[in-house]
């Protein structure tokens, strides 16, 4: 097996598999005669590690990703692949650009971690390849994923709250309890998470302003450029693929990932909205965007962490203060 690993600290976040554990694994998901011919381990995520895997005797390589450790997992992050797996019939919306599961195994009988095999997407990671093309052609690639998001964001759901649950009757329920889970996960880290309860509270304080939703629409909860791909080949970008979509749950729209980042800056990303269409800018709907931006930064605060990034874990308690600022 040619096994091509990305050199890591032995305490970072991600860890590798060994060539036993990557033969084992094959052999489940495609039969004793299954091979490993080459694992090559990917970068640009920051969560699962994943291979690219060829077998012999067989030329379309697969995705392998591996989640990490159960006891590695945040309580507010977990079991986020299961949550993905349990989204693939409500992302059916978006067709060939998602790749299809091939094998999943939720055993840890292998590794000690679930672990799932995809199919390989054409295409490059968009951080890679967008800035070769003149920035008067950017719009374009926005406003794909305006109208990717639109294709996810107008899908129903069965309860508020994470896809694979625990699902709640509404939509305050839902904001309240991931903000606490969140808060919760902080202070086990041994860092201050009164801020974060602060913003629990008034929101659990106007909760008639959160239950304006009443439809529990699918978020795609991650998507942005690190999670698409790009034809290499197009004159212009041209979206072939999202990825790692395991942070989907039901709720409003405006509390994605997705519509914060592309509010976030005046420039070619506002062509998002030619294809995504208008948002609301009603009094509760910025009160509400509040509320989910302090939850977006709670969940920032725990990935810098994650990351040993002392100063971003600080600039966080600033950007929160911010927030509640407005809030109350």
Known sequence: MDL????????????PLTGENLQNIARRAFGEAAHVAAAVELGGGMYNTTYRITLDGVDEPVILRVAPAPVRQFASERELMRNEYASVPYLATLGDLMPRVLFADWSQEIAGRDWMVQSHLSGVPAPERLGDYARELWP???AQIGEITARVHVVRGPHFGPVAGPGHDTWSAAVVASLTAIADDVSRLGLDAADLRKVADIAGEHREVLDEITEPCLLTGDLWTVNIMLDPHSPEPLITGVLDLDRTLFGDP???????????????RTAFWDTYGPRSHSPAAAWRSLVYEARHLGAIRLERHRMHNTDGVRDTYQMVAAVLAELT
């Open 4 to 15: 091509r690993p990305i050199p890591r600290d032995p305490h970072a976040f991600q860890q």
């Open 140 to 142: 374009g690639f926005f």
């Open 254 to 268: 405006d509390a994605d990932w997705t519509i914060r980042m592309a509010t976030a800056k005046q420039d070619e």
